[in-house]
């Protein structure tokens, strides 16, 4: 079945290592997205690549980036973690970057533990 | 940013209906409702979408209200598999944005 995958489902860190999380789709969508979802809260959109081109949100910390390599992969990297960025990181796919009519397709999230 | 706002819990016993709100009143004419749920440990999933006209899937209905102020989206027999927290989302746009409201976490009881 064609899916988003990502992989660790669960990963732990320390405090102010980098770490990296992965996203894999095999729907060949044009869009990948990433979010962060903290404890009882609802998902908040971090950026998104409509294939090479990267789009920001503006209150998104530097201290998280993002690469795309191709089409199927693309990577979360955090530089430096702290203890509040702490959370469920969710990777979605969509056709397109129309958001009012195209339908996302979620992966199952990585739970990151910053120790 | 377009808002939506939803009750924070509702609950339903199994085999009946649920009929979750969502209130838009700053919904733009070319703004899709959208509605999501997440079950337990897993990433969202898509559930329903629509502009102005009722919509119906295998999953569920979603009525609009006329001045598509506010929505409703109906489990016809809500069953124990349906309890997740629901989220009603506008999608804006050319705005590329998809932003999540809080959300309705349905408990169905047995």
């Known amino acids: 079945d064609a899916m988003v995958i990502q992989n660790p489902r669960y990963q732990v860190t320390q405090f102010g290592k980098p770490v990296t999380l992965s996203c894999s789709q095999t729907l060949n969508h044009n869009v990948m997205y990433w979010y962060q979802q903290k404890s009882s809260q609802a998902p908040k959109l971090l950026f998104h690549?409509?294939?090479?081109?990267?789009?920001n949100e503006a209150d998104t910390p530097d201290n998280f980036q993002s690469r795309r390599p191709n089409t199927s992969f693309c990577f979360l990297d955090i530089r430096s973690p702290g203890l509040g960025d702490a959370a469920m990181y969710l990777c979605?796919?969509?056709?397109?970057?129309?958001?009012?009519?195209?339908?996302?397709?979620f992966g199952p999230g990585t739970r990151l533990t910053v120790l | 940013d377009a808002k939506t706002t939803q009750p924070n819990s509702m609950e339903s016993n199994e085999e009946e209906p649920v009929h979750l709100p969502c209130n838009h009143s700053t919904i733009s004419g070319t703004d899709y409702i959208h509605w999501y749920r997440q079950l337990p440990s897993q990433g969202p999933e898509y559930v329903i979408h629509?502009?102005?006209s009722n919509v119906n899937n295998r999953m569920a209905s979603l009525a609009i209200a006329e001045d598509r102020k506010s929505s409703t989206l109906i489990l016809h027999r809500a069953t124990l598999r349906d309890a997740a927290v629901y989220y009603c989302?506008?999608?804006?746009?050319?705005?590329?944005?998809?932003?999540f409201g809080s959300g309705t976490k349905l408990n169905v009881k047995p």
């Open positions: 629509g502009l102005t």
């Open positions: 690549y409509y294939d090479k081109d990267f789009n």
């Open positions: 989302i506008l999608g804006q746009y050319n705005f590329n944005k998809f932003y």
């Open positions: 979605a796919t969509s056709r397109s970057t129309e958001p009012s009519t195209d339908t996302q397709y």
